[in-house]
């Protein structure tokens, strides 16, 4: 082939022109110090850059809110535990009073007085916030849990207010808080939140084993019956009925508590009425789930309503009702020792006796609670350890897609550069001279 | 027979004017060293007309530069010319995919996944803090931002897109011009802004690919026969403007061709005359308008206008060929033409016995052998460049198309996705009933997707912090089951397309990629290809510096050798005319 100087200064170019397109990749690469800086410089990775960008974004959330997760439970522990102690206080102050009858009146009116103040404080600490939240509330995190709907809990669906029962032929109420329902589902909501019910249970007949022979309950919202069962005859307390709505096919089944007692000495013609009043929950006590991990959902709060309005297992009495049980029987027991009236001393020891083996109860079931807590709180804070090393390992491993490998692309550079200059060395030699420059001149 | 006392004398001569011819070809060769659309010139010797000396013995007398041969090989640049084309097709494709890339901005920390990426941690924010107000806005902001960052990616695209089109077809515009009414006693007045004279103004030849201005001035005037003429003139835009070609008369609503061959030349679309005049205008009135046209320019012009070009030295070349001239600066001039128009698209061409040349596009005839130029129509360049940076740039733009439709049919998709979550759950503004949309989606002028932020019902003022439905319950301020459902929306592996929004994204971006990485790569070889090919095509039309300095010594040596043949056979004359007595 012929070769012409045109051509060796074409081709001098074109290759100059390569090596020159080498060193600016090679300058990017070093300059950013990442090998991806288009994607076309290398698609699959850069997908794979950006799912783990993707990744570490939600690892990133996940974190923070496992901080708040955890900020969350670690300020309802330090409140749960404050109760705890106040709890305790107000045990030592039963037992001080029931071991001490012959102290003074004036000492166990201060007696009543500082158990008033720890129940102030409890409910103090009840109403602990987070920011503007409440941590006890549920998810009604603006309103004050203690400013909730009355009643005990049943089953997380609905307040139970006990009402008055009236009885006849020797039936009477168990005591005041006793409410028609122990434990309530209620799959078909018939229960709309934002509203109030009655509940009236008429149990016309009652054999004198105490089962009802015959009896009908009945679910109202605002005098309009909602859903009713008629009560088949030998139902025991405890047992579970079903109510059927009046429209439609919803139903709701109720498990009756213990609301009445037959005398010992009981007679024919007894009956028992009730009417409790019935307000769903709504959020007071649902759990609040934070997502620390995909598709890990941790319960970060305690509710005030399983704290304070859920009758133990163990127990008789919720705590707010033992609390306020508590207060009141101090108080009589003050007054009564004023007025030196024996016969309420002993019944009031009796009462005292009762309030503090509820206490235990209630106490144990807080410690429960406090404990349970604890240990959402070590396994979320086993999460924040897995995800920060999880975070580090996508953070390497995205740097060995995109970071460039210094070392080669410096080794590579320097060939590059070595390349270049002799490039330039040789164009120089070989396109100046042509034949012309050595004929002779004359 | 004897030979003449002076025939050495004149093969001395014709040896020295020979030599003196190839000199100069020499000369132009060194002269022209640089000029790449020049083809090396050799000049071919060959022995003067034999002169019998005895019966059966002749000898030549001297010699002569029989003809000037132009060294091309029209295989090797039919081959530079489609590889050149390939080339440029890469070149440009491959500098439109790399826009498209620096617009979606990836892989970075703001780009389109980023938006995303923050849209979905500002909810999972809200999970741990439902209430808060704070936490709220942020959700606001961040759909904010996210629909600003893809409208602004989109506006980009579309932009790009534009402008490729533009490069490619350019734009036209037209400007109906103010009417001027004369009548009959000599009054002129101003009839304001008349209708438009042409529609669909086409430019079939243009001496430069100029963008410049044209108007056209429309005239009705009367007549000898009482009735009223119509003639249509093509004018440059000067102050005052000169007229391009004759004056057209019209007859009726038609396509006329404007201006001159020589010149510019236009066709358009003339409507009918008598919808141009104004209402006030009776017989025996003179009316003139004068509308505005801006010629579209664009690779698609300046490829017609050079087939233009091609057909007026073909003309020429036919000519001189007839007359016996020389034709190899007019075929060098031709060359660099066609070369021209390879880069644009890919053309074939056939030359005729008579020098013309025919050009095609694709099966669009461009200048036919007889001569016709067929002007490309836009159709035409969508259905039969497959080459040239007319190519490159069309599938720049329809690769932007498919991003955009990508772009698109992600946003929807998200949009609904989110808005669906979104009505599920329930705001702080009015906790009892479910939240309203959060994403409208509406299309732009170019009929993309473009998000924004929902109105809230029955106003006209966007959502805000109060309505992002953290709760899945009503009343329940606290509750954040639909915050955690939006945040399963990000890791939802059947969200989009079979996999997730972020995989959606990456799908957009590495697709990008790999036909960007592709196109590069095919750019390179093609650029060695073409490189190749313009060595081959040089090193036989290419100028060799050495070469031209060996003749133009071997040639200097015939020169001196030719004169001192003269120097001697004049010294044997001089011998000779002694001899003779004074």
Excluded: C
């Excluded at chain 1, 670690?74 to 404050?82: A, E, I, M």
């Excluded at chain 1, 807590?373 to 390992?393: E, P």
């Excluded at chain 2, 998709?413 to 808005?419: D, G, I, L, P, Y």
């Excluded at chain 2, 390179?524 to 090193?539: F, I």
Aim: proline share 4%; no cysteine; glycine share 8%.
């Amino acid at each position: 082939m012929r070769v012409t100087q045109n051509m060796l200064t074409q081709q001098f170019l074109y290759n100059l022109s390569n090596i020159n397109q080498q060193i600016s990749q090679d300058q990017e690469e070093m300059s950013t110090g990442k090998a991806l800086n288009e994607p076309s410089d290398n698609p699959l990775a850069v997908s794979q850059d950006m799912a783990i960008q993707a990744t570490l974004s939600q690892t990133t959330a996940y974190q923070s809110t496992i901080n708040t997760a955890l900020s969350w439970m670690q300020n309802s522990s330090t409140s749960v535990q404050s109760i705890i102690s106040s709890l305790q206080s107000i045990q030592d102050n039963v037992n001080e009073a029931l071991n001490a009858t012959s102290s003074s009146p004036a000492q166990l009116q201060s007696l009543a007085d500082v158990t008033q103040q720890l129940v102030d404080q409890i409910n103090n600490d009840a109403d602990t916030q987070q920011g503007s939240q409440y941590l006890f509330g549920g998810t009604q995190v603006t309103t004050a849990p203690t400013s909730m709907p009355p009643g005990v809990l049943v089953n997380q669906s609905a307040f139970d207010d006990a009402g008055v029962g009236t009885g006849t032929g020797g039936v009477t109420q168990s005591s005041g808080t006793s409410t028609i329902v122990s434990s309530l589902s209620d799959p078909d909501q018939l229960l709309q939140s934002g509203q109030s019910y009655s509940l009236v249970f008429d149990a016309s007949s009652i054999g004198s084993d105490g089962s009802i022979q015959s009896g009908t309950i009945t679910l109202e919202a605002a005098g309009v019956t909602v859903a009713s069962a008629t009560i088949p005859s030998g139902t025991a307390l405890g047992a579970s009925i079903t109510l059927q709505a009046v429209s439609g096919s919803g139903t709701m089944q109720l498990s009756l508590g213990d609301m009445f007692e037959v005398s010992p000495s009981a007679k024919s013609g007894m009956s028992y009425q009730q009417t409790d009043t019935i307000t769903p929950t709504n959020g007071f006590a649902s759990d609040i789930n934070f997502q620390v991990s995909k598709d890990v959902n941790v319960p970060v709060n305690l509710t005030a309503a399983q704290m304070f309005r859920t009758v133990p297992t163990s127990g008789t009495s919720d705590l707010q009702s033992t609390l306020t049980q508590t207060v009141s029987d101090l108080k009589t027991m003050a007054t009564d020792l004023q007025s030196s009236n024996s016969q309420g001393d002993q019944g009031d020891l009796t009462n005292l006796q009762s309030d503090l083996s509820n206490l235990t109860a209630n106490l144990n079931q807080v410690i429960d609670m406090n404990a349970e807590l604890g240990s959402r709180i070590q396994s979320v804070t086993a999460i924040q350890t897995q995800m920060s090393q999880y975070s580090n390992t996508l953070t390497d491993q995205q740097n060995n897609l995109v970071n460039a490998n210094m070392a080669q692309v410096i080794t590579k550079f320097s060939t590059d550069q070595t390349v270049y200059e002799a490039a330039l060395q040789m164009g120089a030699q070989v396109l100046l001279p042509t034949l012309v420059s050595y004929l002779p001149s004359s | 027979m004897g030979t003449s006392t002076f025939l050495t004398l004149n093969i001395g001569v014709s040896a020295i004017e020979a030599m003196t011819q190839a000199e100069s070809v020499v000369g132009n060769n060194i002269a022209n060293a640089n000029n790449t659309s020049y083809a090396q010139e050799t000049a071919v010797l060959g022995e003067g007309l034999p002169y019998e000396i005895t019966p059966g013995t002749s000898i030549s007398q001297g010699v002569d530069v029989t003809s000037v041969n132009r060294d091309t090989d029209s295989f090797l640049i039919q081959q530079d010319r489609a590889n050149q084309g390939a080339y440029q097709m890469y070149s440009t494709h491959s500098s439109g995919l790399s826009e498209i890339e620096s617009i979606l901005n990836e892989p970075s920390s703001n780009g389109l996944q980023n938006s995303l990426d923050q849209f979905f941690s500002a909810w999972q924010t809200l999970t741990s803090s439902s209430s808060d107000p704070a936490a709220r806005q942020t959700v606001i902001s961040q759909a904010q931002t996210l629909a600003q960052t893809f409208e602004g990616a989109t506006t980009q695209l579309e932009q790009l897109q534009a402008n490729l089109n533009n490069v490619v077809y350019g734009s036209s515009s037209y400007t109906p011009g103010t009417g001027e009414l004369t009548d009959v006693s000599g009054t002129t007045s101003s009839t304001g802004t008349g209708n438009a004279i042409a529609s669909d103004v086409e430019v079939l030849n243009s001496p430069q690919s100029s963008t410049d201005n044209l108007h056209i001035l429309f005239t009705a005037s009367p007549n000898s026969s009482g009735t009223t003429s119509y003639t249509v003139q093509l004018e440059d835009s000067e102050d005052p403007p000169q007229a391009i070609g004759p004056a057209v008369p019209v007859t009726g609503a038609g396509t006329y061709q404007l201006g001159s061959s020589s010149g510019v030349l236009v066709s358009a679309q003339i409507a009918d005359p008598s919808t141009l005049l104004p209402s006030s205008y009776t017989t025996g009135d003179t009316y003139t308008q004068t509308d505005a046209v801006t010629p579209p320019g664009g690779e698609l012009q300046e490829l017609n206008g050079y087939a233009y070009q091609v057909e007026q030295l073909n003309q020429q070349i036919k000519t001189e060929q007839s007359l016996n001239q020389s034709v190899d600066p007019l075929l060098d001039q031709r060359d660099q033409i066609l070369d021209s128009m390879a880069n644009l698209a890919n053309i074939s061409y056939t030359t005729q016995s008579d020098g013309s040349v025919s050009v095609q596009v694709g099966n669009a005839s461009l200048v036919s052998s007889s001569g016709v130029v067929t002007p490309l129509s836009e159709a035409d360049v969508a259905s039969q460049v497959t080459s040239g940076t007319m190519k490159g740039n069309l599938d720049s733009s329809s690769d932007t198309g498919t991003v955009l439709g990508q772009l698109n049919s992600f946003l929807q998709q998200f949009a609904q996705s989110v808005n669906a979550i979104q009505q599920q759950g329930y705001g702080t503004n009015n906790p009892s009933s479910k939240a309203p949309p959060l994403f409208s989606v509406s299309t732009d002028a170019d009929g993309n997707t473009v998000l924004s932020l929902a109105d809230e019902p029955g106003t006209s003022t966007p959502v805000d912090a109060g309505d992002v439905a953290a709760s899945g319950e009503p009343n329940q301020p606290g509750d954040n089951s639909n915050a955690q459902a939006m945040v399963a929306l990000q890791t939802d592996a059947s969200a989009y397309q079979n996999g997730t929004f972020d995989q959606g994204i990456a799908q957009v971006v590495s697709s990008v990629g790999v036909e960007a990485s592709a196109v590069s790569s095919s750019e390179e070889t093609a650029n060695a290809l073409a490189q190749q090919s313009s060595s081959m095509r040089d090193s036989v039309s290419g100028v060799d510096t050495n070469q031209q300095a060996a003749l133009l010594v071997q040639y200097q040596n015939s020169y001196d050798a030719a004169a001192k043949l003269i120097s001697v056979y004049d010294t044997m004359l001089q011998s000779l005319i002694s001899m003779v007595p004074s």
